[in-house]
């Protein structure tokens, strides 16, 4: 019997190793990947708007489109926007929903973004409040959203994406920005969803951070 308990206690102590270094790779992990993809994408994309401007260039999947940044998270907080939204585009960070909106334009501009891993780029929307500004930069301007709503939803709700959220099939007047990510943070349950409008726009190389 005592055999037996001892070999139950190993496998316990076995198991919660195991546990831990799982947690800890998603945490930390996931983490430094992203970062070393940020790096490489920050460097691509710096590199392509310092390039002569190509009229018909169009960002590739899994290429850098945009830079966002939140002052509410502090001076120190940007993420270059991904084209795409798959898994491995989502690992690199923040990612466009192809198909809406490009910055700046009329309709919504859709991003989404992990809350707890891969650098967790969206950790803290939970924060914002209604007002806050959420800047996108892009080769020649910089894009102000103010924050208009504040959303948790059905993963199914789709909708949240039309070019007039909840209004499938309704031709956009407005500018608008949409931020998605997992909700309650470590569980994909719902989905809390970040809506902004479009109020100013600004040189980039004048607008600051």
Request: proline share 6%.
């Amino acid at each position: 019997m005592r055999v037996v308990i001892r070999s139950l206690g190993e496998l316990c102590i076995t198991a919660g190793a195991i546990v831990v270094l799982f947690v800890l790779y998603e945490l930390w992990g996931t983490g430094q990947y992203t970062r070393a993809q940020q790096d490489r994408l920050g460097d691509e994309l710096m590199r392509d708007w310092r390039a002569p401007k190509v009229t018909t260039e169009k960002v590739s999947l899994g290429k850098g489109l945009a830079m966002i940044r939140i002052p509410r998270f502090g001076a120190k907080y940007h993420f270059v926007v991904i084209e795409g939204v798959d898994r491995a585009d989502l690992r690199k960070g923040p990612g466009h929903y192809p198909g809406s909106a490009l910055p700046g334009e009329v309709g919504n501009f859709v991003v989404s973004g992990h809350r707890t891993t891969y650098s967790a780029p969206f950790n803290r929307l939970g924060e914002l409040r209604l007002g806050d500004r959420i800047l996108i930069d892009t080769r020649d301007e910089q894009y102000v959203y103010k924050i208009t709503d504040r959303r948790i939803v059905r993963p199914s709700a789709v909708e949240v994406t039309a070019p007039v959220p909840f209004h499938p099939g309704r031709r956009p007047r407005e500018r608008m920005i949409t931020l998605t990510t997992c909700h309650p943070k470590y569980s994909a349950a719902q989905r809390m969803i970040i809506f902004g409008e479009l109020t100013e726009r600004l040189p980039r190389a004048a607008a600051g951070k």
